[in-house]
């Protein structure tokens, strides 16, 4: 198995990421704040590690979702050896507005 594959991050996906603590940073603590962080990156190394994992999205072919807490999703799907990142989204937005 590989050790890894390597991670890119769109830019539409760290906008939508930049967002997410934006809002949180004024409505989190601190505490609540790094454990949240810890949680994106355990998700990204789990991807990393298996992209497979995680189960496919019904939103459009050869992407897959990932559930990093129960109001935010990521959408992800594997480009030969690297895993690009789609979407940084938060469940509590009208479904709609999901770009991937």
Known sequence: MKSGYKIKWTEHAL???????????????????????????????????????????DKKLHVRRAIVTKHNIMYYRKKEDVIEILSFFSTQQNPNKLKL
């Not at 906008?15 to 998700?43: C, D, H």
């Open 15 to 57: 906008f939508e990421l930049k967002l997410t603590f934006e809002y949180l940073e004024k409505n989190w603590t601190e505490r609540e704040l790094r454990k949240f962080s810890a949680e994106i990156e355990r998700v990204v190394l789990l991807i990393s590690k298996n992209p497979d994992l995680f189960q496919l999205s």
